[in-house]
């Protein structure tokens, strides 16, 4: 499974920013995907996540009602809308996937991820 994310940038605090990812190769023992975030100096923190099927999203406490994972199933894309961006925001985001069961939040338990793309609110 190849991932590939697209669509960072910099924006201005109170912005919008779309990231989406592409998956490709072997998808079909895919469970669910994510978006992960990491900061310079911090770990990597989960944002949100979705199951295949795009029936079930959940998400990090922070960023809830400000942005919005969704699926496009046949093109096996992933997008993150993020509104009412705020500096904290900053960070590098990684799409993620795996092919177990479970609401996780838990990057470890992520067995595929993409390159990255950098995000960066401007204060």
């Known amino acids: 499974v190849q991932l590939v994310e697209s669509g960072g940038g910099t924006v201005p605090t109170g912005g919008s920013l779309r990231i989406s990812c592409t998956a490709s190769g072997v998808t079909i023992s895919l469970i669910a995907m994510g978006w992960f975030r990491q900061s310079p100096g911090k770990e990597r923190e989960f944002v949100a996540a979705i199951t295949w099927s795009a029936d079930r999203p959940w998400y990090e406490e922070s960023v809830k009602g400000r942005f919005t994972i969704s699926k496009e199933n046949g093109k096996n894309a992933m997008f993150l809308q993020m509104n009412s961006l705020k500096p904290e925001d900053t960070a590098v985001y990684y799409c993620?996937?795996?092919?177990?069961?479970?609401?996780?939040?838990?990057?470890?338990?992520?067995?595929?991820w993409g390159q990255g793309a950098q995000v960066t609110v401007s204060s």
């Open positions: 993620a996937a795996r092919s177990s069961l479970g609401r996780v939040t838990n990057a470890t338990q992520y067995g595929y």
